[in-house]
T-cell receptor, first 111, second 114 residues
Framework: DQQVKQNSPSLSVQEGRISILNCDYT??????FLWYKKYPAEGPTFLIS?????DKNEDGRFTVFLNKSAKHLSLHIVPSQPGDSAVYFC??????????FGAGTTVTVRA | ETGVTQTPRHLVMGMTNKKSLKCEQH?????MYWYKQSAKKPLELMFV???????ENNSVPSRFSPECPNSSHLFLHLHTLQPEDSALYLC?????????????FGQGTRLTVV
């Protein structure tokens, strides 16, 4: 039973434009959400997180939005750069330290 | 050396072989994890250790056997694997069991079972 879903397996965006990645979850007990970025042949690296008490968290070019009523979060990258081409994983945890991951979205930034 | 280090990076083994994956973290974390990533699938949590004690076994077949001798080292012993066990095996660590903390991942071991 997949509790975290990333329904778009891939996204192609032009350099300089905005990338929007979406993530839906089913477990209403989730209260902490994270995005990870993964390059080929490397492990995932932490990108940005948000607690359920917030609806927005921003860090440089990366902003995560949380809509608890819709059980939906999104990651905005603006402006997109070629180095942003990677697989992005959404993850969530519920009152503990275990993370449930989505299947990932492959982002390709075109020059 | 800092972060989470996994060895080997690549491993090819026969179904009758016995091999071990190694993970070492230099972050002073208390919790360590094994995840499995199969193609186009979410990362699957396999095992969790907190302060060297196993706190989670996510219905993993007994052909996978974890070992955590101390809070900095984690092993995954493999024996009589099946071809469908071929995947990327990722080790991670975190402050744990504290809430709301991110996990740091190693680069993974790409395992191929032939």
């Amino acid at each position: 039973d997949q509790q975290v879903k990333q329904n778009s397996p891939s996204l192609s965006v032009q350099e300089g434009r905005i990338s929007i990645l979406n993530c839906d979850y089913t477990n209403s007990m989730f209260d902490y959400f994270l995005w990870y970025k993964k390059y080929p042949a490397e492990g995932p690296t932490f990108l940005i997180s948000i607690s359920s008490i917030k609806d927005k968290n921003e860090d440089g070019r990366f902003t995560v939005f949380l809509n608890k009523s819709a059980k939906h979060l999104s990651l905005h990258i603006v402006p997109s750069q070629p180095g942003d081409s990677a697989v992005y994983f959404c993850a969530a945890s519920a009152d503990d330290y275990k993370l449930s991951f989505g299947a990932g979205t492959t982002v390709t930034v075109r020059a | 050396e800092t972060g989470v280090t996994q060895t080997p990076r690549h491993l090819v083994m026969g179904m009758t072989n016995k091999k071990s994956l190694k993970c070492e973290q230099h972050l002073g974390h208390n919790a360590m994890y094994w995840y499995k990533q199969s193609a186009k699938k979410p990362l699957e949590l396999m095992f969790v250790y907190n302060f060297k004690e196993q706190t989670e076994n996510n219905s993993v077949p007994s052909r996978f056997s974890p070992e955590c001798p101390n809070s900095s080292h984690l092993f995954l012993h493999l024996h009589t694997l099946q071809p469908e066990d071929s995947a990327l095996y990722l080790c991670a660590s975190s402050q744990g069991p504290r809430r709301n903390t991110e996990a740091f991942f190693g680069q993974g071991t790409r395992l191929t079972v032939v």
